[in-house]
C-alpha cells in the first residue's frame, strides 16, 4: 500500500475476507482450510466482474489455485446457505459458477478449429490477401472477431497450466501461439483497410500477455487510427503503398481509401445531405464492383482515389454564383432542393428559389445566433417562425408557390437539422 493505491499481491492471514473489497483481484491462492460462509466469501472475492477504464478490458472470472483441497467443500458450504433461510434459493443456480481449468482447456482444440473453419474456402492457407477480402464481409468479420476472442481466452487459460504446458509437444505449443499471433495481425490489418475505429482495449489482457510472454514479436508497426482522408500526408502514404501497405496489394490500398472515404461520408452525412449522398452512392457502387469483379484491381484504385478527392475538395456541379464559397447555404440548399420536388418547379426555378431560401435561412440563423444556441429553445424558435413567415409570405403568397403547411415544416426542420448537425456549440 505504501507504493501504489493497488497492491499487486496481498497475502491474507485473517479478518480481511470481507472487508477488503477489490474486484480487479484475478488469482486466488488458498492455502489453509476454509470452511462455509468464510469459503463462498474468499471466492467472492476473486469471481467478482472487473471493468478496466485505463485498458477498456473486462473481468469475467477469476482464477483459484487450490493448494489445501479446500473446493470439495464447496456443495456442504453451498448448501448450508441454501439452509440459511435464502428464499427461493436453487442450487441448480450456482451450476457452473466454478469450473475445472482442465475443462477449460479441453475446449481449446474446438475453439481453434472453430476460427479455422472460417477461412475454409480458401485454398491457400499463405494468401493473406485472400483472408482480408474475405473478411470484407461485416457479417463474417464479425464472428471472425468472436472466434479470435473466443480462441484467444481458451489459449490463455491453457498456458496458465503448467500441466498443459508439460503435457503438450513444442509443435503443437508453437501452433496454438502462432496461429494467436496470425489472426491478430490480420484482425488489425482488417480494422484498418475497412476503416473501423481500432482500440487497443479489444486486446484481452490475458492475450496480450500471450502476445508479450509466448511469442517472439517481429517488426512493430504502429496502426494507431485508421486512415483520415483529410490527411494529405497520411493518405499519400497508403496511395504509394509506404509504411503498413509496402506489402499490400493494390486491392488492399484501393478498399483503405474507399472505405475511409465510406466512413467519413457516414459521419458527416448530416451536415451536407445532398453532398454525401451523391458520394455514398458513387463509393458503395465501386467498392460493390469491385467484389463482383465487375472492375479490376487498378480500375478500383483509380475511382477510390478521385472518390475521395471529390469529397475532399466538396467538388459540387453546377453551384448557383450567389451560393459560391458559402459551404453553409449550399448545405441548406441542398436539402430544399430535394424537398421542392412535389412542386413540380423546373429545374432552372427550382433552383432559384432554393438558393433564395437557403440565404433566407442562413440570414435568420446568423440573426439569431447566440453562444449555446441549440441550448435555448425560444432563441431557435425565432428562428423557426422568421423562416416560416419567409416561406408563407414571400414564397407562397409572393410568388404563388403551392407550399403546403407539411411541406414547410419539413424544410425547416430538415434545415434546422444540418444547421445543429455543422454547428453543435
Known sequence: FKSSEDPEILIVVDKLLTGFDAPRNTVLYLCRVLREHTLLQAIARVNRLYEDEETDSFKEFGYIIDYASVLCAMDKAL?????????????????????????????????????????????????????????????????????????????????????????????????????????????????????????????????KKILDTHIQASEVISLNEPVNIFDQDAFQQVKEGHEIMTKSSQAARADTIAHATRKTISEKAEEDPAFYERFSKLIQQAIDDFRAKRISDLEYFKEACRIREAVVQKARDDVPTALKDNEEALAFYGVLKDALVPTDLHDGPREQLSTAIALAIQASLNKHWKVHFWDDINAQNRVKNEVDDYLFDEVRKGLGIPLSEELMDEIIERSMKVARSRNKS
Open 79 to 207: 448448501n448450508m446457505y441454501a439452509q440459511a433461510g435464502l428464499e427461493g434459493f436453487d442450487p441448480r443456480d450456482l451450476e457452473g459458477s466454478l469450473a475445472e481449468i482442465s475443462d477449460e482447456i479441453a475446449k481449446l482444440p474446438q475453439k481453434h478449429s472453430d476460427l479455422w473453419d472460417l477461412f475454409r474456402e480458401i485454398k491457400n492457407q499463405k494468401d493473406e490477401e485472400a483472408y482480408e477480402q474475405l473478411l470484407a464481409d461485416e457479417f463474417i468479420r464479425d464472428k471472425f472477431y468472436d472466434c479470435l476472442k473466443e480462441y484467444g481466452k481458451a489459449l490463455g487459460i491453457a498456458l496458465s497450466s503448467e500441466k498443459f504446458i508439460t503435457d503438450s509437444s513444442e509443435q503443437k505449443l508453437q501452433t496454438y501461439r502462432q496461429d494467436l499471433k496470425r489472426f491478430e495481425n490480420l484482425k488489425v490489418a482488417v480494422r484498418r483497410r475497412y476503416a473501423e475505429t481500432i482500440c487497443y482495449g479489444d486486446y484481452e489482457p490475458k492475450i
